[in-house]
C-alpha cells in the first residue's frame, strides 16, 4: 500500500487517533508496528478529508455564480430585451422600396443584439404608456430611436477595415460589421455633395444628415408694394464679397469680379430691397436721440477753448439744429465737441448734415478685439482707409442738407479687415460698446440717432443712388469685365443685364409707392428700353430658336439663357405694370407677357430629375450642363413660388413642389 507523504503523515500523526500507534507496546518502529490497523486505516481517512474540501470548494463557487447572476447578468439582459423591443421599426413608415431592406437590417440587429448587454440612453418624453413602436414619418422619429437606443457596440460585435475599391479607380479604407460596410461620412459628402453634423442635444448624440444646404422660405401672395421674394432673410452687409460701404453713397462695393472694387447695380439693389423688406417685417426698432437741437440745456461738451455749440434755427430746414465750430485739422483727442454715449445694443447711426472742407464727426468704439477704435467720418472724398486704430470714411463736403446713415459695426468690421480676404466675424458683436461721438470742424447737424435699424434710410441710399447713375439708355452699366464661359466671347466692361435692370425697377417701383416722387417712377420707365434692345446690338434681349423672347443677365454670345437673372427681369417688368396707369404701363406689359410665354415653353428644360440648371448653355455650347448650386436651386424655388401667385398655370407649382423634393434627395422616376 505504501507509505502516506510526509507531509500528509505529519499531519495525521498530530491527531489524537495515532497516539496507539506510537507506543512502546506496539513495537515503535518494527514492521509488525506499521503494519497495524491503525495504519491501515490512514488511506480511508484522507479521502474523507480530501471529499470535504471539495464540497467546501463547489458551495463556493455555486454561490458566487448565483451573486453575478443576479447582480450583473439579469439586469443587463433586461436592458437588452428593451432595447431590441425599439429596434422593430414599422415598415408602413418607410417608401415600399426600403420595407425591405429595412426589414433585413432591425432582424440582424435584433440578432446581433440579443445577448449582447446594451445600456439604453435616455429620451426626452419617455413613458411607460406610450407606445415605443409609434413613427413619426414627418421627422424620421424611427431613425432617431434607432440611434438613441444605442449606447455601444456589444462585445459580440466588432468591426474590421476593409478596402474598399471606388469605381475600379481608387481605394479607400471603410468598416465592415457582418454583412454590412461603412464608409467615412467625410468620403459620403463629397462624392455626393451632402452634408452631415454631430449635434448634441435632448441629452444624447445624433448624426443629422441634409441633402443640400438649400433653405426655403414659405411663400406669401405677391403685391408690388410689399416684401420683395425672401430678401428680409438677405443681408448683403455680411457678404464676403462687399468690400466696404461707400462713404458718400451710402451702398456697398462690390469684389466679386474684380477685388480693386466697383459699384455693382445688381447688389446694390439687393441692398435696397433687403432693408426694404425687412422695414415691413421686422418688429419696430428701438431708437435713442442723442441730439435733435429740440431740448433744454447743451448735450455737448466743449474740449478746447476755441471748440463751441449752439442751437440756431435754419431757415431751410424750419427748425433748429446745432451747430458745431472747433480748429480744423487732423482728428484727434483734445479738441472739437463731444457728447458721451455708453451704448451697446444701438449699432446704426443717423444723421441730418450741412458740413464744410476739413471737417470730420468721430465715433468712439470700444471692443473686446481691438479694444479703443475710432470711425471717422470725414469730408474728404478718399473712401475707406485704416491706420491703426483709426478707420477714416471719406463722406465729402456737404454743402446741402443731406442724410446719413451708418451701421457703424458693419463700418468697424469692413475698416479693420476691408483688405483682407474674409472678415474676421461676420456677426454683430454685443461687445462692441459706442463710447463718445466727436464734432470737429464747422458745420450744422440735427436728428442725431442711434437705433437697431434704420432700415428704410438705407433703402432710400440704394435708390437714390440708381436714379444718380442711371445713364442715357435707361440703364445701369456694370464696370468690370466678364467671362462667363471659355467658349464665350468676353463682357467687356459697360455691359448691361437685365437682373440689373429687373431689380432696380422693383427698387425703385417701392421708393416711388413709399413717397410718390415722379422721379423714382419715371426712372423705373426709362429702364425697360434695354429689355427692347438686342444682346448683340447692347442691349438685354435674347431669342431661342429665334421664337422665344428672354431677357439676358449675361448678354453673351452665343447666348447664356440663365434662369434666375431672367426671373427677376420678369418680376421687375410686373412690379413697374403694377404701379402705372395701363396707359403708362402698357410697354411693360407686353415685355412681361413675352417673357412669361417663354418661362412657360422653356422651364422644363431646366429640370435634371434631381435638381435645376443653371442656365442653357448645354443648348447653345454644346457641352455639359451647368448645374444649379443648392443655393440658386433655392432661389428658383422662391422665384417660382412667386411666379405661381401671380399666375394660375399649374406648371408653376408642380414645378416647385418637384424641386422641393430634389431637396431632400427625391428624384425623378426611371424608365
Not at 451647368?626 to 436651386?633: G, T, V
Request: hydrophobic share 30%; glycine share 8%.
Amino acid at each position: 500500500m505504501g507509505f502516506p507523504p510526509n507531509g500528509y503523515g505529519r499531519h495525521l500523526g498530530d491527531g489524537p487517533c495515532c497516539k496507539h500507534d506510537r507506543s512502546p507496546s506496539n513495537g515503535g518502529g518494527s514492521i509488525s508496528g506499521l503494519l497495524s490497523s491503525s495504519t491501515l486505516r490512514v488511506p480511508l481517512r484522507m479521502r474523507l478529508v480530501n471529499l470535504r474540501f471539495w464540497i467546501r470548494a463547489c458551495i463556493l463557487v455555486v454561490a458566487s455564480s448565483t451573486l453575478f447572476t443576479f447582480i450583473v447578468l439579469l439586469p443587463c439582459r433586461t436592458i437588452n430585451t428593451v432595447d431590441v423591443r425599439d429596434l422593430q421599426i414599422s415598415s408602413q413608415a418607410l417608401p415600399e422600396s426600403q420595407q425591405h431592406h429595412t426589414e433585413n437590417i432591425a432582424s440582424n440587429r435584433i440578432n446581433e443584439y440579443n445577448n449582447s448587454p446594451v445600456r439604453k440612453k435616455p429620451r426626452t418624453g419617455d413613458s411607460k404608456s406610450k407606445n415605443r413602436n409609434s413613427v413619426d414619418t414627418s421627422n424620421h422619429q424611427h431613425l432617431e430611436d434607432l440611434i438613441a437606443n444605442i449606447d455601444q457596440r456589444p462585445q459580440s460585435v466588432r468591426y474590421k477595415e476593409i478596402e474598399c475599391l471606388i469605381n475600379g479607380d481608387y481605394s479607400i479604407v471603410g468598416r465592415r460589421e457582418g454583412s454590412e460596410v461603412y464608409l467615412p461620412f467625410s468620403f459620403v459628402s463629397k462624392y455626393f455633395e451632402v452634408e452631415g453634423s454631430i449635434a448634441s442635444y435632448d441629452g444624447y448624440e445624433r448624426f443629422e444628415w441634409h441633402h443640400s444646404n438649400a433653405r426655403i422660405h414659405k411663400p406669401v401672395p405677391y403685391r408690388h408694394d410689399g416684401p420683395f421674394m425672401s430678401f428680409a432673410h438677405y443681408s448683403v452687409e455680411n457678404r464676403d464679397r462687399v468690400k466696404y460701404f461707400s462713404g458718400t453713397e451710402g451702398v456697398p462695393i462690390s469684389t466679386q469680379w474684380d477685388s480693386q472694387g466697383y459699384f455693382y447695380p445688381i447688389q446694390i439693389a439687393q441692398f435696397g430691397l433687403s432693408h426694404y423688406s425687412k422695414n415691413l417685417t421686422e418688429q419696430d426698432p428701438n431708437v435713442l436721440v442723442v441730439d435733435n437741437g429740440e431740448g433744454e440745456g447743451s448735450k455737448w461738451r466743449a474740449e478746447d477753448s476755441a471748440s463751441s455749440t449752439s442751437v440756431i434755427y435754419d431757415s431751410t430746414r424750419h427748425s433748429n439744429v446745432i451747430e458745431f465750430k472747433s480748429q480744423a485739422g487732423k482728428p484727434s483727442y483734445g479738441h472739437g465737441v463731444s457728447v458721451s454715449i455708453n451704448e451697446r445694443s444701438l449699432p446704426v447711426l443717423s444723421f441730418d448734415l450741412l458740413m464744410f472742407r476739413n471737417s470730420t464727426i468721430t465715433v468712439v468704439m470700444q471692443t473686446e478685439e481691438s479694444g479703443i477704435v475710432n470711425l471717422h467720418y470725414t469730408s474728404h472724398i478718399e473712401e475707406c482707409t485704416h491706420r491703426g486704430s483709426n478707420v477714416f470714411y471719406g463722406i465729402g463736403p456737404a454743402y446741402k442738407w443731406r442724410t446719413i446713415t451708418r451701421d457703424l459695426i458693419t463700418d468697424l468690421r469692413k475698416g479693420m479687415n476691408y483688405k483682407e480676404k474674409q472678415p474676421k466675424t461676420k456677426k454683430k458683436s454685443r461687445t462692441t460698446k459706442i463710447l463718445k461721438i466727436f464734432l470737429q470742424g464747422k458745420g450744422r447737424i440735427d436728428n442725431i440717432t442711434l437705433s437697431s435699424s434704420n432700415h428704410m434710410n438705407q433703402f432710400f441710399d440704394a435708390a437714390d443712388w440708381l436714379v444718380r447713375h442711371q445713364d442715357e439708355k435707361g440703364g445701369w452699366p456694370i464696370m468690370v469685365n466678364r467671362n462667363v464661359d471659355s467658349d464665350m466671347d468676353e463682357l467687356k466692361a459697360n455691359w448691361y443685364s437685365a437682373m440689373a435692370q429687373g431689380q432696380a425697377i422693383s427698387t425703385l417701383v417701392r421708393a416711388y409707392e413709399r413717397t410718390k416722387i415722379q422721379g423714382y417712377l419715371n426712372s423705373a420707365l426709362r429702364a425697360i428700353e434695354l429689355y427692347k434692345v438686342p444682346s448683340s446690338e447692347g442691349g438685354v434681349q435674347a431669342r431661342f430658336m429665334d421664337k422665344y423672347t428672354w431677357y439676358e443677365e449675361y448678354p453673351t454670345n452665343p447666348s447664356s439663357f440663365v434662369l434666375n437673372g431672367f426671373i427677376y427681369s420678369l418680376i421687375g417688368l410686373y412690379d413697374l405694370k403694377s404701379s402705372t396707369s395701363q396707359e403708362e404701363g402698357r410697354e411693360a406689359a407686353r415685355l412681361f407677357q413675352d417673357g412669361m410665354r417663354s418661362l412657360k415653353a422653356l422651364l422644363p428644360m431646366f429640370d435634371t430629375g434631381s435638381g435645376s440648371i443653371y442656365d442653357l448653355r448645354h443648348v447653345t455650347l454644346g457641352k455639359a450642363p451647368n448645374l444649379a448650386r443648392w443655393d440658386y436651386h433655392a432661389t428658383h424655388i422662391s422665384q417660382l413660388q412667386l411666379i405661381a401667385t401671380i399666375d394660375s398655370d399649374p406648371l408653376f407649382q408642380r414645378t416647385v413642389d418637384r424641386w422641393i423634393g430634389y431637396i431632400k434627395g427625391k428624384r425623378a422616376k426611371h424608365n
